[in-house]
């Protein structure tokens, strides 16, 4: 059976529960694991494969992934991520993809408005901004916080960050 963990909402009371471990181990997964055992990341997921870094993700971290949904995804113009997906866009797929990633362990109660985080997209910051108790990251909005993973941390946002 897979243990439930229990996120706490950034700022709100909103709690959402995602599936964070394997088997009977009692162990938590890594960040790509959770993410496929959510259900609602498939399209991160794919573009995660496609782009080559799920040994990354899997790696000792810790990493703060904030990770667009599949709706996320969907907002984004017809065929935008197919032609991502391609090979021969592997570069701005990886770009946007580890833009998305901060090479620490960030929790909700880390950010501040006005703070910023470096990513593993080089010379690229995500800044944070805080507007009538909703958290947002760039222009997304952090719908769940501090989904505990074995190599860091996921914060679930609605949109797709885009580097500059």
Known sequence: MKRVLISL???????VALPV??????????????????GS?????????????????????PFTVFAPTDDAFAKLPAGTVENLLKP??????Q????????????LAAD???????????????LSFS??????????AQVTSTDIMTSNGVIHVIDSVLLPN
Not at 88 to 93: C, F, I, K, R, S
Not at 95 to 106: D, G, W
Not at 111 to 125: I, K, Y
Not at 130 to 139: C, H
């Open 111 to 125: 950010v501040a408005d006005g703070a910023s985080a470096p990513t593993l997209l080089a010379d690229n910051n």
């Open 95 to 106: 770009a946007i993809l580890t833009y998305h990633v901060v090479p620490a362990k960030v």
């Open 21 to 38: 471990s394997a088997g009977n181990t009692g162990e938590q997964s890594d960040i790509v694991d959770t993410a496929v055992a959510a």
């Open 9 to 15: 909402a950034l700022i709100t009371a909103v709690l």
């Open 88 to 93: 021969e866009n592997l570069a701005q797929l």
């Open 41 to 61: 990341f498939n399209t991160l997921v794919a573009a995660v494969q496609a782009a080559g870094l799920v040994d990354a993700l899997k790696g000792d971290g």
């Open 130 to 139: 805080i507007t009538d108790g909703n958290v947002f990251v760039g222009a």
